[in-house]
């Protein structure tokens, strides 16, 4: 067990399974950012996550990240994921923004957080803060 927990936080990316790990840290720019079992830091996570899929996966990126702020929103390949408010407009806020720009989604589904959601959206914070800092 010791050993697995060892090998967790050292690890270069979020490719630990739950069932390996009774605690997880993140860890971005040296500082360990978050740390807990994988059900409470998934449980952190405020609001609710979307997968979207569009075919013009680059330009709905950009277009939500400059709406919805670019700790919200992370690419997978060719679906999106997008961290939206507990209440059913966030939905809409998504599609909205994505017709705004000419673009539209072929699906908007719900979907549980994973490790990799929290991951990228510390990193992508920790980003949003550093650029905050830099311009003041």
């Not at 050292?10 to 630990?16: I, N, Y």
């Amino acid at each position: 067990q010791q050993q697995r927990e060892y090998q967790a936080a050292r690890g270069c990316h979020v490719g630990v399974h739950e069932d390996q790990c009774n605690r997880i840290g993140f860890m971005a720019a040296g500082d360990l950012c978050a740390e807990g079992s994988p059900s409470e830091l998934e449980a952190q996570m405020p609001g609710r996550l979307l997968e979207v899929r569009t075919p013009r996966v680059a330009e709905a990126l950009a277009a939500l990240r400059q709406r919805l702020g670019r700790h919200r929103v992370t690419q997978f390949g060719e679906r999106l994921h997008v961290q939206i408010s507990g209440d059913a407009s966030g939905d809409s806020d998504v599609r909205d923004a994505l017709r705004a720009e000419g673009l539209e989604a072929t699906a908007i589904d719900p979907m549980p957080f994973s490790l990799e959601d929290v991951f990228l959206a510390l990193i992508e914070q920790r980003r949003e803060q550093a650029e905050r800092e830099q311009a003041a």
